[in-house]
């Protein structure tokens, strides 16, 4: 297993998949081929589906800036690893003299394989293996973190924190509608300030519901952010640890080391199931941000390590099934309200497992197992193409009310 720091890239939204692997692909290119008069980028499958609203075009155009590039789509055409190719060509004379096919994998990564590329730091592979490993040493899991990436991951985990909480801060503050033809105002400034007029458990859910649109926010405007494990899923965590922060005055030393736990349960999906909405749908990008926010919350809150892999557990079984089918392409409806939601979902699984004794029958490794299952039954039409489910059904009435 990677590093927990492949699960958190600091980079700029919208979507990792759609705009910051397919930038990363084109530095790559124009890096071996400066001096071509002509560059053709092939957008494949998915890419090509939702490439305009996630702006997969502006992402490579801002990397050939004032050079020949040709961007073409190809939703039809999937090419055969990965639902999200990509392929790239340069020509020099009217001849071409290279080209280059790679896949956007999911958080960020490309690779020509399709398979994560990047040494394998970690011998456990799943979470039972980590249970029983942390059970035998008397360990935390931020301890084997710590124990296998050595103490300069707290340096790079303390910036991923920085970069999580500028962007609340950012998307408290602006306001003004989100860019795109959806035309989605952004909320967060104003549920804040209303979540601040109420008492008690309103108050709770509104914070947490404007720190998760703060960010979600930020990134649908193309604001830097940090991967969590995707972009279009990275509110749900971000905004449970803020929250924690303000509401509870948890330390920052504390919620650093809630990010390493979390960064495994990431890592666990990420190596043996899909992070890639493109591949398994919502469920595999909500899907493991709400278990990472359950397992960091409860282990916060003083859980054990079976309450906080029981609180994972719940945060990912109870996202199985969800579709991605955003609208017109954009990482906007119904992906904003989504993470704010499932930052509840967080906080609520945490709550219940710290209820319990640890003790339940399905475990991690099983729903992550039945994540990827039910994401390769799943259609394509719910798989990041905007031709099913919301995107879909809810087209029409948007431009009806347009
Ligand atoms: S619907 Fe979910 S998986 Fe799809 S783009 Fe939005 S957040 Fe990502």
Redesign the pocket.
Known sequence: MKSIKEIYKIGYGP?SSHSMAPRKAAEIFLEKNPNAELYKAYLYGSLAATGKGHQTDEAIQKVYKDKNIEIVWEPETFLPLHPNGLKFEAYLNKELIDTYTTYSIGGGDISETAEFIGENLYEIQSMDELLEFCKKEGKSIWEHVEDVEGKEIWTYLREVWTVMQEAIKRGLENERVLPGSLKVPRKAASYYAKSQNTVGSQKNLGMIFAYALAVSEENAAGGRIVTAP?C??LGVLPAILYFLKIHDKISDKKIVKALATAGMIGNFVKTNASIS?AEA??Q???GTACAMAAGATTQIKGGSITQIEYAAEMGFEHNLG?T???LEGY?QI??IE??AFAAVKAWECAVYALFSDGNHKVSFDQVVETMMQTGKDLQSDYK?TSLGGLARICRPKIERNN
């Open positions: 979507s995707t279009g899923s909405g749908g919502c595999a990008e909500i969800l991605c089918d955003p990482v119904p992906c989504r993470n990041e």
